[in-house]
């Protein structure tokens, strides 16, 4: 019996959209505090949806390449719980600002290869994140949220014991083939139940619950 898949919904950036994804079972929420993002999340917007949702469901900020003190500086502020690095930090980078910060650490890795899946080995963080590396160069800058998928096969060369969230274009028709095929802690959707970047799609997001759900893994909430 596998236990209940998680829902990270990524890429919030209101309140109202918060609050859907945590009514239907968000484990986590992220806010993007990266400039090259189109759902960057404002600092204004992220402390409302941390002082409505704080202790509801985990709050999780990304960050890429950015400063530990400015990591930090976020962290504290919001009251993050999750932080999540999609960039080329390394392993002392990723301990350190987990010391800072008292919260768990998510290291994202771009996938187009069994070779960067192997490159998560080395991170003894809380949760590996597996996200699809762009391959139209336009896409490339993004770090996430472009609607991609990869080769959910390459996951059979992971031996770590760590936890894994599976990111990269899932949506409601191929979360339940993902989950299937990867078994992962968690899923991260973005882009699959946006509206427009930034703008959550209520049915969508709805369906993403349902499909996880009939996929034999209720989304489950923290509480």
């Given at each position: 019996?596998?236990?209940?898949?998680?829902?990270?919904?990524?890429?919030?950036?209101?309140?109202?959209?918060?609050?859907?994804?945590?009514?239907?079972?968000?484990?986590?929420?992220?806010?993007?505090?990266?400039?090259?993002?189109?759902?960057?999340?404002?600092?204004?917007?992220?402390?409302?949806?941390?002082?409505?949702?704080?202790?509801?469901?985990?709050?999780?900020?990304?960050?890429?390449?950015?400063?530990?003190?400015?990591?930090?500086?976020?962290?504290?502020?919001?009251?993050?719980?999750?932080?999540?690095?999609?960039?080329?930090?390394?392993?002392?980078?990723?301990?350190?600002?987990?010391?800072?910060?008292?919260?768990?650490?998510?290291?994202?890795?771009?996938?187009?290869?069994a070779g960067d899946v192997r490159?998560?080995?080395?991170?003894?963080?809380?949760?590996?994140?597996?996200?699809?590396?762009?391959?139209?160069?336009?896409?490339?800058?993004?770090?996430?949220?472009?609607?991609?998928?990869?080769?959910?096969?390459?996951?059979?060369?992971?031996?770590?014991?760590?936890?894994?969230?599976?990111s990269g274009g899932l949506r409601?028709?191929?979360?339940?083939?993902?989950?299937?095929?990867?078994?992962?802690?968690?899923?991260?959707?973005?882009?699959?139940?946006?509206?427009?970047?930034?703008?959550?799609?209520?049915?969508?997001?709805?369906?993403?619950?349902?499909?996880?759900?009939?996929?034999?893994?209720?989304?489950?909430?923290?509480?």
């Amino acid at each position: 019996m596998h236990a209940p898949v998680k829902v990270k919904i990524c890429g919030v950036t209101n309140v109202a959209d918060a609050d859907m994804a945590a009514g239907l079972g968000a484990w986590a929420l992220g806010m993007i505090f990266y400039e090259g993002s189109p759902r960057r999340c404002s600092l204004e917007q992220a402390q409302a949806i941390a002082a409505r949702l704080r202790r509801r469901v985990e709050l999780c900020g990304v960050f890429v390449n950015a400063p530990l003190q400015e990591i930090a500086g976020v962290a504290e502020q919001l009251g993050l719980t999750l932080i999540q690095l999609h960039g080329e930090e390394g392993p002392s980078f990723c301990a350190e600002v987990a010391r800072r910060t008292g919260a768990r650490v998510i290291k994202a890795q771009q996938v187009s290869g069994a070779g960067d899946v192997r490159a998560l080995e080395r991170f003894h963080v809380a949760f590996h994140l597996l996200d699809a590396r762009a391959n139209a160069p336009a896409l490339q800058d993004l770090r996430g949220g472009t609607g991609e998928t990869f080769d959910w096969s390459l996951l059979r060369e992971r031996r770590s014991k760590v936890p894994m969230i599976l990111s990269g274009g899932l949506r409601p028709q191929n979360i339940a083939a993902a989950i299937a095929q990867t078994r992962p802690y968690a899923v991260d959707t973005a882009s699959g139940t946006e509206v427009s970047p930034g703008h959550k799609d209520p049915r969508l997001l709805s369906d993403f619950f349902a499909a996880v759900a009939e996929a034999g893994a209720p989304a489950a909430a923290i509480g």
